[in-house]
């Protein structure tokens, strides 16, 4: 029996064993096993495995069976073969099963909005698509191809581990054709004034030069659109010895943007061993970097003074301190919303939103 498939092939229903037409022959010619193993000079128990489908029909038993039951050798090799081929149309029939329903986890849309897959309603087509995207015979072996801790946060109930490995594997596979130099740490924490000069530029035309400073230190610097459900800011990455900064846009907030670079940094300086990083994925290290980063755009010391001298609730004064420590005024006055010294409604206009696709767009 077999079932018509959407695209014309036939797939059957059940894999019959070529063991069946022996055993068929074998009652005709009035055998039992024991006979016709001695005859085909094969042991009673290799004769029972081949009539149970649990041994293949080789070409040596085939030219034997030619001789004891006919009719020939190829007759027999070809229903070994149609019965190899219906078992491995079943298995995979059972895996695109499985894989359809992983595909509910996987942001396609967003995917091919992106250009990142073929755009397809057919659902055995993104399955397809999918599985050339991660470069995998089956979507049950995604997770299993990545080491990465996924971040829980109390506040958010649900993350996407899938969209999660989707927006990593196309950071890896942007970035893996791009070259840069061995990666050096000591150069890197050297360019942290640099950076942090940089918040007062726009990001826009900035970024370029910011991937050519990040390249010299032996990291990829690259933007990939956030993703639903992953609650990704950005990542730091190791892959064959490629160092992979790569960072979302999260929230389209311009501060939150930069402390998030300045984060993933931290994790390249401070924490060694080729460990990739996803924000929040693991609570010491990501409390640790993020003290780090608040300290890279504005110290401890310098937050504090101008706690203790200014009325920071007054945005010329947010304004006028940050052009004194060089620092955009929307990274000041972000640290005072984190902190709770003022609430999130609070001078709007220093904030500057931004769309990374259009950041991508002009880099490209």
């Not at 081949?50 to 006919?70: C, F, H, Q, R």
């Not at 996987?106 to 659902?123: A, H, L, N, Q």
């Not at 191809?145 to 990593?168: C, M, N, Q």
């Amino acid at each position: 029996m077999v079932n018509k498939k959407d695209n014309n092939d036939f797939m059957p229903t059940v894999a019959i064993p070529p063991g069946e037409t022996v055993k068929e022959n074998m009652e005709f010619l009035g055998m039992n096993q024991k006979e016709l193993a001695a005859r085909l000079d094969i042991t009673p128990k290799h004769l029972s495995n081949i009539i149970n489908g649990n041994a293949p029909i080789t070409y040596d038993t085939a030219l034997k069976l030619e001789s004891v039951i006919g009719p020939s050798a190829q007759f027999w090799m070809n229903l070994e073969t149609n019965y190899q081929l219906d078992k491995a149309r079943l298995e995979e029939q059972d895996k695109m099963e499985q894989d359809l329903n992983l595909l509910k986890e996987i942001p396609y849309k967003e995917m091919s909005e992106f250009g990142w897959v073929p755009e397809t309603t057919d659902r055995v087509e993104r399955v397809i698509n999918c599985r050339r995207f991660f470069g995998v015979a089956e979507l049950g072996s995604i997770q299993h191809s990545y080491s990465v801790a996924f971040r829980k946060h109390k506040e958010i109930k649900e993350i996407s581990d899938l969209g999660v490995l989707t927006w990593i594997r196309r950071a890896e596979m942007e970035a893996l054709s791009i070259d840069v130099d061995n990666f050096n740490k000591r150069k890197l924490k050297a360019l942290i004034p640099t950076f942090r000069e940089m918040t007062r530029k726009d990001l826009n035309e900035v970024f370029p030069e910011m991937q050519r400073l990040c390249a010299e230190c032996g990291v990829v610097l690259i933007l990939i659109p956030y993703l639903p459900k992953t609650y990704i800011c950005g990542a730091t990455i190791w892959k064959n010895d490629k160092v992979i900064l790569a960072l979302s846009g999260m929230g389209k907030r311009a501060d939150g943007f930069w402390f998030t670079l300045f984060h993933e940094m931290a994790h390249l300086i401070n924490h060694s061993g080729k460990q990739s990083h996803i924000s929040y994925d693991n609570e010491n290290e990501e409390d640790e970097a993020d003290l780090e980063a608040r300290n890279y755009l504005i110290s401890e010391e310098q937050y504090k003074f101008f706690i203790n001298n200014y009325d920071y609730r007054v945005k010329d004064n947010i304004v006028k301190y940050s052009e004194e420590i060089g620092i955009a005024p929307f990274i000041l006055l972000g640290r005072l919303q984190y902190e709770g010294l003022l609430g999130y409604q609070n001078h709007r206009d220093l904030l500057i939103p931004f769309e990374i696709t259009g950041i991508i767009e002009k880099t490209q």
